[in-house]
């Protein structure tokens, strides 16, 4: 879409808040209010939310979920097409990211309709921040496969994947999910489970894969997003001289990650023990 014209219909993408209310952008209210129709994944979740926010909505509002976007995305299209101001909330984080809103905004860009977002709280990006690994390239995978063999299948496609990826789960699948990565990507192979980003109980657990298997295994809780660092670089082709696993560990310290972990994935990487790269690191 090149119009800028903003008396035409437009879809707005709004990101809701992932745990406090408090995180929503400041433009969710006026958007809230101001648009002609509201699409909601779960609209009891958005009047709970329009009501926490103080904010009247004047416009239509109509649900939009996995069950009825196919049959519902046409309605939602007319009304851009005509004028409206249609606005797509999920029920958290931003629409079309593993929820509802592909296929919308994919049928408004086919008719040259003006698709634009309020920006705001993610997981993908929230759990990828906190949790210690390289974040200078990373990839989003969704969720996982529900059956062990299609899971199995996704993940051997990925082991050898080299950026950082990031996955959702549903807490009674995320140990039998961690178990999988731990056969696949390698039992020690650094990871983080990111429980409950910015709620109340907000947990960030560390770790190898195996390790956080079994930390899982007791039970979890919660909304769960998935960080795991990517495959290891052929430890033949990496030096091991002590200048160059100091520069490596400093390379991962820059991308953001903590200096343990930078030296526990560098170990990895090369294939030496940990102390080693610690030597490397502190000893003059």
Not at 41 to 51: A, I
Not at 52 to 77: D, I, K, W
């Amino acid at each position: 879409m090149t119009s800028g014209d903003e008396s035409s219909g437009v879809l707005v993408l709004a990101a809701t808040p992932i745990g406090r209310v408090a995180d929503a952008p400041g433009r969710l209210a006026e958007e809230l209010a101001a648009a002609d129709v509201v699409a909601a994944e779960d609209t009891r979740r958005l009047q709970r939310l329009v009501g926490e926010l103080g904010v009247t909505l004047s416009g239509r509002v109509v649900s939009y979920f996995e069950g009825n976007e196919a049959a519902r995305t046409p309605s939602l299209v007319e009304a851009v097409e005509n004028g409206g101001r249609v606005l797509l909330v999920t029920d958290a984080g931003m629409p079309s990211v593993s929820d509802p809103g592909y296929r919308l905004v994919a049928a408004c860009v086919e008719r040259d309709l003006r698709v634009t977002a309020v920006p705001g709280p993610s997981a993908v990006l929230t759990a990828l921040a906190v949790s210690g690994l390289p974040v200078d390239r990373f990839c989003f995978e969704g969720f996982p496969p529900r059956k062990a063999g299609e899971r199995a299948r996704r993940l051997a496609a990925l082991a050898d994947e080299p950026r950082t990826m990031v996955f959702f789960e549903s807490p009674h699948r995320t140990e039998a999910t961690l178990r999988a990565m731990a056969e696949t990507f390698g039992a020690e192979r650094p990871a983080a489970v990111c429980r409950e980003l910015t709620k109340t109980h907000e947990e960030v657990r560390r770790g190898g894969l195996a390790e956080l298997a079994d930390w899982a295994a007791d039970g979890v809780r919660g909304e769960v997003t998935l960080v795991v660092s990517g495959a290891p670089a052929d430890a033949s082709d990496v030096p091991t001289d002590a200048a160059s696993l100091a520069a490596l560990v400093a390379e991962q310290e820059q991308a953001g990650t903590s200096r343990k972990e930078a030296i526990k994935a560098v170990a990895q990487r090369v294939g030496v023990p940990k102390r080693v790269v610690y030597d490397a690191v502190h000893l003059p």
